[in-house]
Nanobody, 114 residues
C-alpha cells in the first residue's frame, strides 16, 4: 500500500488550497479514505473521511470550509480547503485501512500565514 500526499504550501488567511493523495497497492474504490492533520506540538487529529459509497464526515472545525472527494479512476483522494485560518496550519496526512492495518501517506505541510 502506498499513499503519496501533495499540494501543501503557504497560503494567506482566507485563501484556498487543494491537497491530493495518490494511492496504489490496494483496491482503492472499496476503501474508506481519510485526511488527518498534526499541528506543531499537538496530537494528530481527524479532518475528514469518505467511504466507498462517497459518504463523507468532517471535523467540526473544518465543516463548511473543507470538501473531501475521491476519483476512483485516478485512484486519488482530494481535500479542497477554503477560507483557511492560521489554526489550519499543520502537516496533513492521508490514511486508509487495509487488512486491519493503518496506512499513512508521508504528509504535506499547509501553512496559513500573512
Amino acid at each position: 500500500v502506498q499513499l503519496q500526499a501533495s499540494g501543501g504550501g503557504l497560503v494567506q488567511p482566507g485563501g484556498s488550497l487543494r491537497l491530493s493523495c495518490a494511492a496504489a497497492g490496494f483496491n482503492f474504490r472499496l476503501n474508506t479514505l481519510g485526511w488527518y492533520r498534526q499541528a506543531p506540538g499537538k496530537q494528530r487529529e481527524f479532518v475528514a473521511n469518505i467511504t466507498s459509497g462517497h459518504s463523507t464526515a468532517y471535523a467540526d472545525s473544518v465543516k463548511g470550509r473543507f470538501t473531501i472527494s475521491r476519483d476512483n479512476v485516478r485512484n486519488t483522494l482530494y481535500l479542497q480547503m477554503g477560507n483557511l485560518k492560521p489554526e489550519d496550519t499543520a502537516v496533513h496526512y492521508c490514511k486508509t485501512v487495509y487488512r486491519y492495518r493503518n496506512y499513512w501517506g508521508q504528509g504535506t505541510l499547509v501553512t496559513v500565514s500573512s
